[in-house]
């Protein structure tokens, strides 16, 4: 679920609400009880789960021994990807 972020017009409180998108915005304030509150844009926060996100992950690979023509980069995938 997101982690929402809310500023009151009225008192200027600042809290974070985890809610479901399909959820209606917060209106009511909880400090000051006025039907002020904002939701903010702000950065969201993100985790890169799964395999090929650690340079753990590419230990496998050749490295290059700099006499073939440069074309494969020094990279952790070795350039076969596209990435490089």
């Known amino acids: 679920m997101p982690i929402y972020e809310y500023r009151c017009d009225g008192c200027g409180h600042e809290m974070e609400v985890m809610q479901k998108m399909s959820d209606d ?5 909880p400090v000051c009880k006025e039907s002020k509150l904002k939701k903010l844009i702000s950065a969201s926060g993100f985790r890169l789960k799964g395999s090929g996100w650690y340079e753990t992950d590419f230990k496998n690979y050749k490295k290059s021994s700099g006499n ?3 074309s494969q980069s020094s990279g952790g995938c070795g350039g ?3 990435c490089h």
């Open 25 to 29: 915005p917060m209106k009511d304030c």
């Open 80 to 82: 076969s990807c596209g």
């Open 68 to 70: 073939n023509s440069g």
